[in-house]
């Protein structure tokens, strides 16, 4: 799919689609989730796996950098402010697009004050925690060493990641797709 016709799909998905259109696409995600994982269990192929190299066949098919995806995501968020909100200053509106769409190299360098190792810890210990699934004993373990470690653990964690972890523990995000995004966040 050339990079014309991808931005053109999304463009409709995100701004043209009616509800039942929207629902339509969503359904059919869905199935290809389902066949992903259909695929997985009978021995087939890691969906985790399969995403990835999707990724970068559709990157290098496109052509296209990070820095010119980026771009795109910062252009579309643009217009969603400004359409929906049109009394925004310029200046609240690089506010938000920072905040929305931040810079690659404030990522960088928030992530790497931690190995991913560590952070990909942390957020199971978080998430296990939050969830009920941590075993006692490992709280124990953890409040020991650190009286407050759900604290100190949420503000080490990049902005992305605690974006990922909230969508994850409101019910936004299923499983498969929380941890495939953490994975690819933190490059494991």
């Not at 560590?118 to 941590?134: P, Q």
Request: glycine share 4%; hydrophobic share 40%.
């Amino acid at each position: 799919m050339s990079r014309e016709s991808l931005r053109s799909v999304l463009d409709y998905i995100l701004n043209k689609a009616d509800k039942d259109e929207f629902e339509a696409v969503v359904k059919a995600c869905e199935r290809r989730r389902r066949d992903l994982s259909l695929f997985a269990s009978i021995g087939g192929v890691n969906p985790e796996r399969a995403a990835h190299n999707t990724a970068q066949a559709v990157e290098a098919s496109m052509g296209s950098s990070l820095d010119g995806i980026r771009s795109m995501i910062r252009d579309f968020v643009e217009d969603i402010i400004r359409k929906n909100a049109p009394e925004v200053t310029e200046e609240q509106l690089e506010e938000l697009l920072a905040s929305y769409v931040p810079d690659p190299g404030t990522r960088k360098t928030e992530a790497s004050a931690l190995p991913p190792d560590a952070l990909l810890k942390m957020v199971k210990d978080f998430t296990d925690y939050s969830l009920g699934l941590m075993a006692p004993s490992a709280q124990q373990a953890l409040w020991e060493r650190m009286p407050r470690w759900q604290e100190e653990y949420w503000a080490s964690l990049p902005g992305e990641l605690k974006a990922f972890v909230k969508a994850f523990l409101e019910g936004r995000m299923d499983a498969d797709t929380f941890w495939s995004a953490v994975y690819s966040f933190l490059g494991l």
